[in-house]
């Protein structure tokens, strides 16, 4: 069997596994499989298992990967996970159905503006991603902030907010920094829970993740 397949099938078993596992927190729990720095190809075989689901960093990258994959399957959610520059709005939200990187004022008013200037009615949703750890070097809103800036984005802006995702600090105890994040979901009343990635979904579900983001174990290693 090809080997994305079965890493693919194995990482789905391992999901339900936790799932079940951790049933008191987790209901529901979608797999986005990230494929940056994946070929066409390798993606394709994935959306021939039946997988609609899928996760690219750049605008840029998934520009030149996805339109012609999403042509002939029109199930599929391709979900934003890296940082959003202001002048490739439109680019994103033609190619992208979930941003996961709504992460700052100035890029929110500018999405807002956007709609508003096309006047189209948006399928689009928004995860507000929140600077868990507090770190200096990372993007996402303060987490002190967070439930303030979800409200301002829902009331004021109009936007489809419906989940907040982080990238925990590399060296400490995810743990920490999953349920603090499914605390803040709580906290503004939001569906979903973006967290947990090939080292640790496990730990991100039994705290209550509803969307994993996996590459690695699925797609293998980036160079
Ligand atoms: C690359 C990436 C992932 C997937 O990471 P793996 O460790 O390869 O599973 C998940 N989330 C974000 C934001 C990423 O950039």
Not at 181 to 191: A, F, V
């Amino acid at each position: 069997m090809n080997k994305i397949v079965n890493n693919y099938r194995e990482i789905i078993r391992q999901i339900e596994f936790y799932k079940n596992k951790f049933s008191k927190t987790s209901k529901e729990v979608n797999l986005i499989a990230v494929s940056k720095n994946f070929p066409k190809q390798d993606i394709q075989i994935l959306i021939d298992e039946g997988h609609t689901i899928f996760g690219e960093n750049k605008v840029q990258e998934a520009t030149s990967k996805w339109p012609q994959l999403k042509l002939n399957s029109r199930e599929i959610k391709l979900h934003l996970l890296g940082p959003l520059q202001t002048n490739k709005i439109k680019p994103a939200l033609k190619i992208f159905d979930v941003i996961e990187t709504l992460d700052r004022e100035k890029l929110a008013k500018k999405i807002k503006k956007y709609f508003d200037a096309e006047k189209e009615t948006s399928k689009h949703k928004f995860f507000v991603q929140v600077n868990i750890g507090n770190e200096d070097q990372k993007s996402g809103v303060e987490v002190n902030y967070t439930k303030e800036f979800v409200k301002w984005c829902i009331n004021d802006l109009n936007l489809n907010v419906n989940g907040l995702m982080c990238i925990p600090p590399i060296y400490g105890k995810a743990e920490v920094y999953f349920k603090e994040l499914k605390r803040l979901c709580n906290d503004s009343n939001l569906e979903h829970a973006s967290m947990g990635m090939t080292g640790d979904y496990g730990e991100a579900i039994r705290c209550g993740a509803t969307f994993v983001r996996i590459g690695t174990g699925i797609f293998g290693g980036r160079d």
